[in-house]
């Protein structure tokens, strides 16, 4: 069911304020950067080995990583899953009684159709079901 660890998401007040820890000390590539209207978000996505980190920074206090930064401080927002053919994933776990944010996929960051596990349903971690259209997800230079 599950491919891979595709990114972890990290809640951040600012790129700007963040993104030479990232790049200057832990010496990670920035990918790119873009925003993502649909949640209120401008992203930062670096590479670290296999996997990616995704900064996120709220560009609105309606957005729900300002509401998380709010609650809770900047910090290890979500951890996404990497599958195929989400809207079956999405149907497995509801039948395993498995609380879903998304009840079907929508629109993420990178071209990404993506659906949020419920936290309480998964022993408070927040879980993001991540379906991407290019397998290779080559979007270096497009900063």
Do not use: W
Not at 27 to 54: D, M
Not at 59 to 86: D, N, P, T, Y
Not at 113 to 124: E, L, S, T, V, Y
């Amino acid at each position: 069911m599950i491919k891979k660890v595709d990114h972890i998401g990290i809640a951040v007040t600012s790129l700007e304020a963040v993104l030479p820890f990232y790049t200057e000390v832990l010496q990670l590539p920035l990918l790119r950067i873009e925003e993502v209207e649909s949640q209120q978000v401008k992203v930062a996505f670096l590479q670290a080995g296999e996997t990616k980190l995704e900064l996120l920074e709220p560009m609105s206090q309606e957005s729900a990583v300002a509401k998380f930064i709010e609650k809770r401080g900047a910090g290890i927002h979500h951890v996404a899953l990497g599958v195929e053919s989400i809207q079956q994933r999405i149907a497995e776990l509801k039948e395993q009684g498995i609380r879903m944010i998304d009840e079907s996929p929508r629109p993420g960051a990178g071209g990404a159709n993506i659906a949020f596990m419920h936290p309480k349903a998964a022993a408070g971690v927040l879980f993001e079901l991540c379906e991407k259209k290019d397998k290779g997800d080559n979007h270096n230079g497009h900063l």
